[in-house]
Nanobody, 124 residues
């Protein structure tokens, strides 16, 4: 399994970025997928989740209304459009198979093929 995240960068508050995550080695559309982020000194946080068909989405309250998750199963790629970025969005972003449990985006149990992530830095 290979996971490659890209699209991060340095932006000013209020700016936008579009993250991509390409997955190979598995049947991509077998999985609901999610985006996660981890800031220095903090635990990993589930940001958003999308079902395998791309018809249902879920967002953490911290990003609701600003981020949009989508996927292209023909390209084995997951996306995260991030608008109105805030300094608190600064983190390394990762994708993984995911679900929602008790209102929280969580990694699918047993999954351990993390990519290198893509760094998002929002300056104030």
């Amino acid at each position: 399994v290979q996971v490659v995240e890209s699209g991060g960068g340095l932006v000013q508050t209020g700016g936008s970025l579009r993250l991509s995550c390409t997955v190979s080695g598995v049947t991509f559309d077998d999985y609901d997928m999610g985006w996660f982020r981890q800031a220095p000194g903090k635990e990993r946080e589930g940001v958003s989740c999308i079902n395998w068909r791309g018809t249902n989405t879920y967002y953490a309250d911290s990003v609701k209304g600003r981020f949009t998750i989508s996927r292209d199963n023909a390209k084995n790629t997951l996306y995260l459009q991030m608008n109105s970025l805030k300094p608190e969005d600064t983190a390394m972003y990762y994708c993984a198979p995911a679900g929602v449990q008790k209102g929280i985006v969580v990694v699918t149990p047993g999954y351990n093929y993390w990519g290198q992530g893509t760094q998002v830095t929002v300056s104030s």
